[in-house]
């Protein structure tokens, strides 16, 4: 028989169509089965509903996805002004507790663009739409030409994501409006954008489970993307209790 593959939480968003519904796009699942060999149990966001303490013992891990909505500013003491439509309260709501239960758990926790974002101020970190300015192409651009939108970044020499690709300089997508204003207390920055040295990957390691997030969308390119496929690859290890060395400064949860 064998061995029983890890259960990895995936966070759904809200969506509203005809109905209220849970979503996650299928992008996110299909390389975690296939990359870090994971099994796939969809997390609702829905805060009254969610049993955080029971979740945080039955997942093996978790993936904040990245989503249409934005991080309500409130959650990080920001005065930008986010649309109604624009925010997800429960999802912000699940996330933030979830992810706050996995990691004193020791169990790792990944993010992707809004899960990065989530993930940062999770830490105490701050957002700002001004510094993702040139980062974005809005939804008027058909779907696929927003993914088309690339940037080149420099991965930091001693960070996890540089040692598993075997890289110090990539090109990633870049679809997101909001980026990192203030890193959030103990996260190590793995790398930045080439261009205006925005944050776009950091890690920590803080009750020995591992927290890696990245701003770009490497379930989209990954396998034309060394660091995309690096992520999967360490969330693979992560999963099975093969942890890297501690960063300098080890991270608190906020």
């Known amino acids: 028989m064998s061995a029983r593959r890890p259960v990895v939480g995936v966070l759904c968003c809200n969506e509203v169509a005809a109905r209220p519904v849970q979503v996650v796009a299928s992008r996110f699942v299909a390389p975690l089965d296939r990359l870090a060999e994971a099994t796939v149990v969809l997390v609702p966001a829905l805060a009254e509903a969610s049993d955080v303490a029971g979740l945080s013992?039955?997942?093996d891990g978790l993936l904040l996805t990245g989503s249409r909505s934005h991080v309500s500013p409130e959650r990080y003491g920001g005065a930008e002004a986010v649309a109604e439509d624009q925010r997800d309260r429960d999802r912000d709501e699940v996330a933030l507790r979830l992810s706050a239960a996995m990691i004193e758990a020791g169990r790792p926790v990944f993010g992707i663009c809004r899960g990065f974002q989530e993930l940062n101020v999770l830490f105490g970190g701050t957002l700002s739409a001004d510094c993702a300015g040139a980062h974005h192409r809005g939804e008027h651009w058909p779907f696929d030409e927003q993914f088309d939108h690339r940037h080149d970044i420099e991965l930091h020499p001693g960070g996890r994501l540089a040692r598993m690709s075997g890289h110090r300089r990539a090109t990633v997508n870049s679809v997101h409006e909001q980026g990192v204003d203030r890193l959030g207390t103990g996260l190590a920055v793995e790398a930045v954008a080439s261009d205006d040295g925005l944050v776009e990957a950091f890690s920590a390691e803080p009750c020995?489970?591992?927290?890696?997030?990245?701003?770009?969308?490497?379930?989209?390119?990954?396998?034309?993307?060394?660091?995309?496929?690096?992520?999967?690859?360490?969330?693979h290890a992560a999963?099975?209790?093969?942890?890297?060395?501690?960063?300098?400064?080890?991270?608190?949860?906020?």
């Open 239 to 254: 999963l099975r209790g093969q942890t890297g060395s501690q960063p300098a400064g080890a991270a608190r949860i906020t």
């Open 208 to 235: 020995g489970g591992t927290v890696m997030a990245v701003q770009w969308h490497p379930e989209w390119d990954v396998a034309a993307c060394a660091p995309s496929r690096a992520f999967f690859a360490m969330m």
């Open 57 to 59: 013992q039955l997942l």
